[in-house]
């Protein structure tokens, strides 16, 4: 789960070959089903619920010429952003996956003055919020990410944080989140064919084999 493998609309996979190229990598690697995660952004790439729904859709018929179209499932990872705050008070429909789990994420630096109230909002409405990559947060502690599930939230960690991909206080804290058993799943993030490539070097680390003993959610999906 978590990836940006729909060609041309984010700044994960760019053509139709690239997505291909990354998915057989992915298929190499022993994945069996991706759910890929476009980016809703309200200041980048333009995307909404519709048009993502409408680029998978368009995406589709290469799928099935590959024999493909039951491997890649499309939800979004959402960005937490105005847009976003006034689609959930507005009960408007979102793309999840799994049992109506969404995919979100928040800016890095500081924590949203409403991020609560929006978890609380998120729930009231038997969304299963999931916050993507907790580790790279710099308002992220193990403290706030225990709160966090406390309201509900579940905590996706990238894979490529255990390799020290995004430098080493983000595979610190991804590290520390699994030692305290506060993950609950792991997402690739993966965006194009070098993060396809260095992960499988995440598969040799003791943190992924320890996250591996959690009850994760990637298992149900
Ligand atoms: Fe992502």
Redesign the pocket.
């Given at each position: 789960m978590?990836s940006?493998l729909i060609p041309g609309i984010d700044d994960g996979v760019k053509t139709v070959e690239e997505a291909f190229h990354v998915i057989d990598q992915l298929l190499g690697l022993g994945y069996t089903k991706l759910i890929t995660?476009p980016?809703i952004m309200t200041d980048y790439y333009g995307n909404t619920g519709t048009s993502v729904s409408a680029a998978y859709q368009d995406f589709l018929p290469h799928l099935e010429s590959k024999g493909y179209s039951r491997i890649l499932e499309c939800a979004a990872?959402y960005y937490m952003d105005d847009t976003l705050v006034e689609l959930v008070s507005r009960k408007e429909p979102l793309l999840t996956f799994g049992t109506k789990h969404i995919l979100f994420?928040t800016n890095v630096i500081s924590e949203p003055l409403n991020l609560k109230e929006f978890i609380f909002a998120l729930t009231l409405q038997g969304y299963k919020p999931i916050m993507?990559h907790p580790e790279r947060y710099q308002f992220m502690s193990v403290d706030k990410a225990e709160d966090l599930r406390n309201r509900g939230v579940l905590m996706q960690i990238n894979m490529l944080s255990l390799i020290g991909y995004y430098g080493p206080p983000i595979q610190r804290m991804a590290e520390k989140l699994i030692q305290h058993g506060l993950v609950d799943a792991l997402g690739s993030?993966c965006h194009n064919g070098d993060h396809a490539l260095v992960l499988k070097n995440v598969l040799r680390t003791s943190a992924y084999r320890k996250a591996m003993e959690l009850p994760l959610l990637n298992h149900t999906l």
């Open positions: 978590h940006h995660t980016h990872e994420e993507a993030d």
